[in-house]
């Protein structure tokens, strides 16, 4: 099977709040241009950090909670506390999430970049 790029999501984080996405995985679209059948994610593993720097080592800036929720759908979850600690206002940060299939290596399958934004109400 030939090697696919990773998607691409740049989030936008207000810091202070909890923030969550999911990702919902499909087969590529069918020749009648219906979508394509879910992929199975379940007994598949799912890890996403939060980085200043691509390739940076050490302690990432946020680690999300990465739980399946369908049989074709993982949410990257942070809490307020990691937001609130990602605060730099208009700083960048990169982020992945990768996926293991049992047996095999970890594939990066969605990357980009995340910004945060104070939040007001104290």
Known sequence: ???QAPGVFNWVIRA???ESRSFSFYEPDND???QGAEI???GRTYRAEFRTTRGETGTAAATATCTITATNTVK???TSVQTRALADAGRRYFWDLEETVPGNDPVTI??????TRQDTTR
């Open 1 to 3: 099977m030939a090697e």
């Open 16 to 18: 202070g709040d909890g």
């Open 32 to 34: 009648d241009g219906s």
């Open 40 to 42: 199975v994610i379940t």
């Open 76 to 78: 990257v979850s942070l």
């Open 110 to 115: 969605i990357e980009g970049t995340a910004r």
